[in-house]
């Protein structure tokens, strides 16, 4: 059974940056595809964005596109979000995601596998 450990998140100063990470246990990294997703309360929990492992080929949202990025260590199982300039709209709750195919979708019902969920907190 796949299981997905999170990383702590934190609070960040607007404008800084933070690394999250995911690590993936019982399973094979490399046919999944990597996902970030990030909930804020009363609201749905919205795609950040993905990387397939396979291709190579990463997704991102608008609202996160060129500030987030997916590196990942294949050597540990692990995939990451990187976030820099941080802004305060980016407060939520972090969670990795992962699905046995290569193929990105935006979709969380298409997600297979889900970390806890990390607190991000961006102070002005």
């Known amino acids: 059974q796949v299981q997905l450990e999170e990383s702590r998140g934190g609070l960040v100063q607007a404008g800084g940056s933070l690394r999250l990470s995911c690590e993936v246990s019982?399973?094979?990294?490399?046919?999944?595809?990597a996902a970030w997703f990030r909930q804020v309360p009363g609201k749905e929990r919205e795609f950040v964005g993905a990387r397939s492992q396979f291709t190579g080929m990463t997704s991102y949202s608008d609202s996160v596109k060129g500030r987030f990025t997916i590196p990942t260590d294949n050597a540990k199982n692990t995939f990451f979000l990187q976030i820099n300039s941080l802004k305060p709209e980016d407060t939520a709750v972090y969670y990795c995601?992962?699905?046995?195919?290569?193929?990105?979708?935006?979709?969380?019902?298409?997600?297979?596998?889900w970390g806890q969920g990390t607190q991000v907190t961006v102070s002005s």
């Open positions: 019982g399973g094979s990294f490399s046919i999944l595809t």
């Open positions: 995601a992962a699905r046995r195919s290569f193929i990105i979708t935006f979709e969380k019902a298409d997600y297979d596998y």
